[in-house]
């Protein structure tokens, strides 16, 4: 039967729901209060990183930490303004990396990757999108034996989750893969099925045109509230109302400020990312290259560098500090001894995080006509085609293709 849906959100995750649900017959309006791809998923680094599959929160990271936090521009920093309100989701992400519950969300996080993969090549399909993707890989970069051998646990995880990959183990296997990198890097992994985007918001906006193509219409609306009504649920905007027999909530790092107004607290912070989008002839990058040990990475975007990454919790009020930019800049140049840094465009990101890295990909627990698909943390372009599936079988009450259990919103 056909409903009439409502997403709200029109970023990588509320545009690729919306088509699918367009596909299962559903008639369907996307409303967004800045339009198509205005936030996170504009200027991201592109990566369908499905190799990734372990959890951030891993036993030992609250070790780290506090090695990180010590410069004010490292991988990771956190707002003094900001610590004590952050102070109950690092909780939670500490619990996450217990042993016991670390193992559950790995395979939690890998059975939406393998579904996302399988997903991402059936959509790409449906939107004549192949143009639009590089399948040039990933290669990660270490600068010590010692730092190679830590991190052979987390490629044994992926052998054991069937991910393809190759260990190089001297300078000159990581430079017939790609030249022009420091010295200083002396083993690296190289996964093949890694693929990047050209362009994160070109990406999106082609989604969108294909949606709007097949009869989609996408508004400008700000959402501020939702009700459960006894034949679906009223949308309160600003200067009126709406009613939808299904609403499928996907905006990004606001998502649990409309949750709220359902009765549901849901524990989403927002780790600002930032980075620095160099014009074509910058370097000749091969591949998406992760510099694992500094926090950042350097993709291939519209024939040039991206570089970026960085995770700064500060809420999202806070003006961005492009200091962190430059920071990451500066060092790519270290690593990168050729990269030319002149013509770069800056950004800054917010990234929808929950403390177990998990999305939300499940019914409100106060509207069961309100779905909720957000939280995807640093891995939203990547897990964006496996959830719109399963939004699409919550939306037509068919069994997912993976548990839901552990994406469950009421899991808090
Ligand atoms: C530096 C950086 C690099 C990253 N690299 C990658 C990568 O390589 N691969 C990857 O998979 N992920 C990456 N990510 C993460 C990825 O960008 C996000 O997970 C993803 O974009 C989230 O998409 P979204 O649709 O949930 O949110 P968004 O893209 O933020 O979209 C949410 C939308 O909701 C709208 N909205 C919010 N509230 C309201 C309201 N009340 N009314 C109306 N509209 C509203 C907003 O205007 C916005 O358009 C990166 C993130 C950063 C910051």
Request: charged share 20%; proline share 6%; with cysteine.
């Amino acid at each position: 039967m056909t409903k009439q849906v409502v997403v709200i959100g029109a970023g990588i995750i509320g545009i690729t729901t919306a088509l699918e649900l367009q596909r299962r017959g559903h008639s369907v309006l996307v409303l967004d209060r800045e339009g198509v791809a205005a936030q996170a998923s504009a200027g991201n680094a592109g990566a369908f990183a499905f190799p990734e599959v372990e959890p951030l929160a891993t036993p030992g990271i609250m070790k780290k930490a506090p090695k990180w936090l010590l410069d004010p521009l490292g991988p990771l920093s956190i707002k003094p303004a900001y610590a004590l309100k952050i102070a109950p989701w690092m909780y939670r992400f500490w619990r996450a990396s217990r042993p016991g519950r670390y193992t559950e969300l790995l395979h939690a996080q890998a059975s939406l990757m393998d579904l996302s993969s399988a997903a991402l090549t059936r959509l790409i399909t449906s939107v004549d999108g192949e143009a639009m993707m590089q399948r040039d890989g990933q290669m990660q970069l270490y600068e010590s034996e010692a730092e190679f051998r830590a991190s052979l646990p987390t490629w044994e995880l992926r052998r054991q989750h069937g991910i393809d990959f190759e260990l190089l183990e001297s300078r000159e296997a990581i430079a017939e893969r790609q030249p022009g990198l420091s010295p200083r890097f002396t083993h690296a992994g190289f996964t093949p099925n890694w693929i990047n985007t050209v362009d994160p918001k070109k990406w999106v906006e082609h989604l969108a045109q294909v949606f709007r193509d097949r009869g989609g219409r996408i508004e400008h609306q700000e959402i501020r509230a939702l009700t459960p009504t006894d034949i679906g649920v009223r949308i309160t905007l600003a200067e009126s109302e709406l009613e939808a027999d299904k609403v499928v909530l996907c905006a990004g790092a606001w998502s649990h400020h409309l949750a709220r107004t359902l009765g549901d607290h849901i524990p989403l912070e927002t780790e600002r990312g930032y980075n620095t989008t160099l014009p074509e002839g910058a370097f000749d990058l091969r591949m998406h290259l992760t510099f694992s040990g500094h926090g950042f990475v350097a993709s291939r975007i519209n024939g040039g560098v991206r570089i970026g990454g960085a995770v700064e919790l500060g809420g999202l009020d806070l003006p961005p500090n492009f200091k962190r930019a430059d920071t990451l800049l500066q060092k790519a140049t270290q690593f990168l001894p050729g990269l030319n840094t002149e013509g770069g465009t800056q950004w800054m990101g917010f990234r929808p995080s929950l403390p177990d890295s998990l999305p939300v990909i499940g019914a409100s627990s106060h509207a069961r006509d309100v779905i909720y698909a957000f939280g995807h943390g640093h891995l939203g372009l990547t897990q964006s085609a496996g959830t719109a599936e399963l939004v699409g079988a919550l939306i037509d009450e068919q069994s997912a293709q993976i548990s839901l259990t552990p994406f469950s919103a009421s899991r808090f």
